[in-house]
């Protein structure tokens, strides 16, 4: 079983930067790839970035990519997702996503088997 608890949504302004974490509990959290997907209002959920166990391999979507990089720390069982160069559209409420392995189908949320509450991500103009 994971657990995971998202922190570091807020409200700022276009141009700035947000940091998400993402905590984990669970033994077997080192051994899980971690993703990040948003929804905003009126929208499906749609893939941000994602991240294999080891850290090794990522990767984004194309509307993130170059702004947004995903980390994690297994040592702190945390995921992290610093937003740069923030835009109106990333406005969304983001969720942490976890599961067991790595594949090419890491965007798709319908492979992650664990998910957390969500944070809200406001952007303004």
């Known amino acids: 079983q994971v657990q995971l608890v998202e922190s570091g949504g807020g409200l700022v302004q276009a141009g700035g930067s947000l940091r998400l974490s993402c905590a984990a509990s669970g033994r077997t959290f080192s051994t899980y790839a971690k993703g990040w997907f948003r929804q905003a209002p009126g929208k499906e959920r749609e893939f941000v970035a994602a991240i294999s166990w080891s850290g090794g391999t990522t990767g984004y979507a194309d509307s993130v990519k170059g702004r947004f990089t995903i980390s994690r720390d297994n040592a702190k069982n945390t995921v992290y997702l610093q937003m740069n160069s923030l835009k109106p559209e990333d406005t969304a409420v983001y969720y942490c996503?976890?599961?067991?392995?790595?594949?090419?189908?890491?965007?798709?949320?319908?492979?992650?088997?664990?998910w957390g509450q969500g944070t809200q991500v406001t952007v303004s103009s």
């Open positions: 996503a976890a599961r067991p392995g790595w594949s090419s189908n890491y965007y798709y949320p319908g492979t992650y088997d664990y």
